[in-house]
């Protein structure tokens, strides 16, 4: 018969090989996120990886706990002397591309300018509901009337 302490070592063990499932595939979106930003600005990526720098719980925009990773990379523009980029939250930038029903790319040039940072989480802002031409909700971030 299986005990209890069974079951929690099995979840356990399964709840790990999960977190390393998804810590490659976050791995592996920001590592073509830097080669990506590396050729648009005529750089080298150098090394063809990116290394985990941090890893905490924070919130997100509706306020659930989610894994946040920042990754960092390095470049170089005249082989003189190596650069160091930053990547952070490619997999939160992943899924508002599938939200938004938008390319990859797309999402993270909008990153940058249409997502607000407040207390809890990143929210979209009515300048990114204008860029794609959607109604804007009432409790959108951003400029809005002076009063409002």
């Known amino acids: 018969m299986i005990s209890a302490i069974d079951v929690l070592t099995l979840l356990g063990f399964a709840a790990l090989a999960w977190f390393w499932a998804d810590s490659l595939r976050c791995k592996?979106?920001?590592?073509?996120?830097?080669?990506?930003?590396?050729?648009?600005?005529?750089?080298?990526?150098?090394?063809?990886?990116?290394?985990?720098?941090?890893?905490?719980?924070?919130?997100?925009?509706?306020?659930?706990?989610?894994?946040?990773?920042?990754?960092?990379?390095?470049?170089?523009r005249n082989r003189d002397y190596r650069l160091?980029?930053?990547?952070?939250?490619?997999?939160?930038?992943?899924?508002?591309a599938d939200v938004m029903g938008i390319d990859a790319d797309e999402a993270r040039r909008l990153w940058r300018g249409f997502l607000a940072r407040e207390p809890r989480g990143r929210r979209v802002t009515r300048e990114a509901y204008a860029h794609l031409g959607r109604p804007a909700p009432a409790g959108?971030?951003?400029?809005?009337?002076?009063f409002e």
């Open 140 to 146: 959108a971030a951003g400029q809005g009337a002076l």
């Open 28 to 76: 592996e979106i920001a590592r073509a996120a830097g080669l990506r930003a590396c050729q648009q600005a005529g750089t080298q990526f150098l090394d063809d990886t990116v290394a985990l720098s941090s890893l905490r719980l924070r919130r997100d925009a509706r306020g659930h706990v989610v894994l946040y990773r920042e990754y960092r990379f390095e470049f170089t």
């Open 84 to 96: 160091r980029g930053e990547i952070d939250d490619v997999l939160a930038q992943s899924r508002a």
